[in-house]
T-cell receptor, first 112, second 114 residues
């Protein structure tokens, strides 16, 4: 079955710097990789996702890269701002189902 | 995208009692799920809520403890039964409209059992 590992567990950056969070997955049949942001007291919200037919996707300050050969994908946040402080989760689908396996989460702190 | 309204947002309950959490989606979703999230931890899938039939539970979770209903494509409930302090956690519902698509989440229910 699918297994997802996420690193680092915590990350502190200065405002304006970049942040990178990495995830690895085990099921080579997986084709869809979302990233979620969870703020305190709220449910996770999708911020960006990528499908296996592309290697990179960008949305303003956020980008996701995918290396299918190595089975890892990364979230990149540039020009970080205090409001980027949150917990970020990667996820990968359980093949043939509607279910997802979530990474262990990364607590990002952007220091002003 | 779909919006999921979950209630209650938080509750403090006595041990031995039960709490029912409700989720209402503003549009039809194919599948709904229930997760548990311990503070500072990841999401653990409890079960898949199947419309019109019994839920499918993950290893370590049983129907007697976490009965789930899903009477239609937009509504589901999770009951936490015979609660103990170990059940204190955040419970989240989620819905998806298709395979390999965005999962939408409710805002969560923070449960404290005393």
């Amino acid at each position: 079955g699918e297994n997802v590992e996420q690193h680092p567990s915590t990350l502190s950056v200065q405002e304006g710097d970049s942040a990178v969070i990495k995830c690895t997955y085990s099921d080579s049949a997986s084709n869809y990789f979302p990233w979620y942001k969870q703020e305190l007291g709220k449910g996770p919200q999708l911020i960006i996702d990528i499908r296996s037919n592309v290697g990179e996707k960008k949305d303003q300050r956020i980008a996701v890269t995918l290396n299918k050969t190595a089975k890892h994908f990364s979230l990149h946040i540039t020009e970080t701002q205090p409001e980027d402080s949150a917990v970020y989760f990667c996820a990968a689908p359980v093949s043939g189902t509607y279910k997802y396996i979530f990474g262990t989460g990364t607590r990002l702190k952007v220091l002003a | 995208s779909a919006v999921i309204s979950q209630k209650p947002s938080r509750d403090i309950c006595q041990r031995g009692t039960s709490l029912t959490i409700q989720c209402q989606v503003d549009s039809q979703v194919t599948m709904m799920f229930w997760y548990r999230q311990q503070p500072g931890q990841s999401l653990t899938l409890i079960a898949t809520a199947n419309q019109g039939s019994e839920a499918t539970y993950e290893s370590g979770f049983v129907i007697d403890k976490f009965p789930i209903s899903r009477p239609n494509l937009t509504f589901s409930t999770l009951t936490v039964s015979n609660m103990s302090p170990e059940d204190s956690s955040i419970y989240l519902c989620s819905g998806v409209q298709g395979m390999d698509t965005e999962a939408f989440f409710g805002q969560g229910t923070r449960l404290t059992v005393v």
